[in-house]
């Protein structure tokens, strides 16, 4: 089941005015847009609404890239099918953390710190296996999770992260550490009728991320500390992970 901010159509159908849709270009779709290249084929873990993963199938020469996405979340997919060009991405219901696809990719991303709602670290493990067993030969992974020294967490208060996504709507995040996880309720206003949904996020360390990905059999090729490639200290916002499969020996 995934967490209700992901399963509450109300919640899934205001994701993408909420992450700013049509009015910034996220650094993170960049990236994966430019990382892409030439790969024939794509799969996106955690999708949500599907937008990176139809401009990846957009970009394909002449529609020949095949593109997949995956998540767990019905109402974050009905979001992505309903999209213009969501009818050339291949949108499957699943859990990262099991994966069990017929074929291999050259590329396998997870953005929008979607790793992060693996909450245990035998979840992210089993993501990362299933990823090594996903990948074509040459093939990469590249994924983000926000550094837990920089504690962004803390700055998620209700003054910081009040917004208007919609006009007449209002929303805002309350947060409280639970354990080693960070919950976060969203509440949205609209006409006076206030609707809250949870999500809870895991903040692995760097260390873990890079150890998980060894035992699953991936070589690490780099870790930025941002989605502009900058070198990765301890200050960084972000782990980001680029990994491929051991060339042969
Ligand atoms: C913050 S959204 C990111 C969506 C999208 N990747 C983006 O960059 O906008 C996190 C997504 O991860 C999905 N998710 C949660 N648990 C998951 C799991 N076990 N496997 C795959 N995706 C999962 C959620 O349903 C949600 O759509």
């Not at 005015?17 to 994966?32: I, L, P, T």
């Not at 291949?90 to 992060?116: E, S």
């Not at 208007?164 to 929303?171: N, S």
Request: net charge neutral; hydrophobic share 45%; charged share 25%.
């Amino acid at each position: 089941m995934p967490e209700p901010l992901y399963h509450d159509p109300a919640f899934a159908s205001l994701y993408d005015a909420r992450n700013g849709e049509g009015v910034r270009d996220r650094a993170d779709f960049a990236f994966v847009r430019r990382f892409a290249g030439d790969a024939d084929s794509v799969l996106d873990l955690g999708c949500g609404t599907g937008e990176l993963a139809a401009s990846l199938a957009a970009a394909g020469d002449a529609g020949a890239r095949e593109v997949w996405g995956l998540d767990p979340a019905e109402a974050m997919l009905a979001v992505a099918r309903a999209r213009p060009g969501g009818d050339r991405v291949r949108w499957v219901r699943g859990d990262a953390a099991a994966l069990a696809l017929p074929r291999r990719f050259d590329l396998i991303c997870m953005t929008g710190h979607a790793f992060q709602c693996l909450l245990a670290p035998k979840d992210r493990a089993a993501m990362l296996e299933g990823a090594a067993r996903h990948l074509a030969r040459g093939g990469r992974l590249v994924l983000d999770t926000r550094n837990p020294l920089r504690r962004a967490w803390e700055g998620w208060t209700p003054a910081n992260t009040g917004h208007r996504p919609l006009p007449g709507v209002r929303a805002w995040v309350e947060t409280r550490e639970e354990g080693d996880l960070v919950r976060y309720d969203t509440v949205l206003v609209e006409r006076g009728a206030e609707r809250r949904a949870t999500a809870r996020l895991a903040f692995p360390p760097r260390e873990e991320v890079e150890e998980a990905a060894r035992r699953a059999g991936l070589a690490v090729r780099a870790v930025h500390g941002d989605w502009h490639g900058s070198p990765w200290t301890p200050q960084s916002p972000e782990i980001v992970l680029v990994a491929g499969r051991p060339a042969p020996s």
